[in-house]
């Protein structure tokens, strides 16, 4: 098929010669359409004819930004050959939007781009695809699944936030920056977990043992998880990393020593979380919960005076094993109270 603008019915609409024809300029390296619609003329061209398919020329280098922002008629898209770069919400909310073939020598794909396109199930990210940048599949609802080629060397996690029927992510194992186990991304010395799908199955998740950062957004909505075990080389959660998902508890080993804004809000379902002492807490890390109890040490009071005084009904103190044994408690009756931090005593005022 012909480069140029189709109907529902694969019908030819305007073709980009008759396209220029109506007055737009092209050039080999011409940012064609941040120019057009900028001079408000391409956009309202090509919206016009409220095109269901959009097959681009070769002379086509960038599609840039916002270029077809809000086209809802656009249902299939296919780049011309000699475009690298996708711009900044060029595709955004083109809500019926199913397909799209991304051509090979596509380097960039930008803020947005392809965001809020609620109808895209699939997408082949071509292998000299270099960046995918913030939220650049944000809301895309019907993504299912995704495969990062060797040649990304530069992805913001974000990239494919509140994507909500996305089940996993896949890492060429040539990827020298990216891996992925069990369809969850981390970077590839698996030091930092980068995204757990939202719609990846399963109540129980134990992080592996090595891993320092959970990156903010990491767990974003994830509708499953009930259960997260944290390792002792953790030493920092990010900005939402678990929020708005179904967690009931959760054990913050000592080695964590930062905590960043709404890591844990609208945990709805989250009842005890344990803190450890030097842990540094940025604000609103637990907004919107129903927390019940935040156990910690006796120690804790004196490094977090203004948390202690915001949270003070729910502040709990675990007891120590000497405070434990001291009470006569078994042996197994002790190691059952450190295990589940059942044996707490209030905080003294």
């Known amino acids: 098929m012909k480069p140029g603008i189709y109907d529902d019915e694969n019908n030819l609409i305007k073709s980009w010669d008759e396209l220029i024809e109506e007055g737009l300029s092209i050039s080999s390296d011409y940012n064609f359409f941040d120019a057009l619609r900028n001079q408000h003329s391409g956009f309202s061209i090509v919206s016009k004819y409220n095109p ?7 002379n086509i280098t960038k599609i840039g930004n916002n270029a077809f922002a809000t086209c809802t008629s656009l249902k299939e898209v296919v780049l011309g050959e000699r475009i690298k770069t996708v711009g900044a919400n060029a595709f955004s909310n083109c809500k019926n939007l199913e397909s799209v073939f991304l051509n090979e020598n596509l380097e960039y794909l930008e803020t947005q781009s392809f965001s809020w396109c609620s109808s895209l199930k699939s997408i082949n990210l071509p292998y000299k695809l270099r960046a995918i940048e913030n939220k650049a599949f944000y809301k895309c609802d019907s993504l299912k699944e995704v495969y990062i080629p060797e040649s990304v060397n530069f992805l913001i996690n974000t990239a494919f ?6 089940e996993k992510i896949e890492v060429s194992f040539k990827n020298k920056r ?4 069990d369809g969850i991304l981390f970077d590839k010395n698996i030091e930092s977990l980068l995204i757990y799908p939202m719609n990846k199955k399963g109540e129980e998740y134990l992080v592996p043992k090595g891993i320092v950062n959970i990156w903010a957004n990491a767990f974003l909505f994830n509708k499953y998880l009930k259960k997260v075990s944290l390792p002792e080389t953790l030493k920092f959660i990010g900005t939402q990393a ?11 080993p000592d080695s964590v020593d930062r905590i960043d804004s709404y890591a844990f809000a609208d945990c709805k379902n989250l009842k005890s979380i344990r803190l450890p002492d030097d842990v540094l ?3 609103h890390t637990f907004s ?8 910690v040490s006796k120690n804790f009071p004196d490094k977090h005076c203004d948390f202690v005084k915001e949270n003070e009904n729910l502040i709990k103190i675990q ?15 002790t190691i059952a109270a450190l295990k589940n931090n059942l044996y707490t ?5």
């Open 52 to 58: 269901s398919k959009i097959i681009f020329s070769d």
């Open 319 to 333: 007891k120590s094993l000497d405070e434990l044994l001291d009470e006569g408690k078994s042996f197994k009756e």
């Open 345 to 349: 005593k209030e905080l003294e005022r």
């Open 178 to 181: 990216y891996t992925s186990i």
């Open 281 to 283: 807490l940025k604000n």
């Open 161 to 166: 936030n509140e994507c909500k029927s996305l």
């Open 288 to 295: 919107m919960t129903n927390l019940e109890e935040i156990v």
């Open 242 to 252: 678990f929020s708005g998902t179904k967690i009931e508890n959760i054990y913050i």
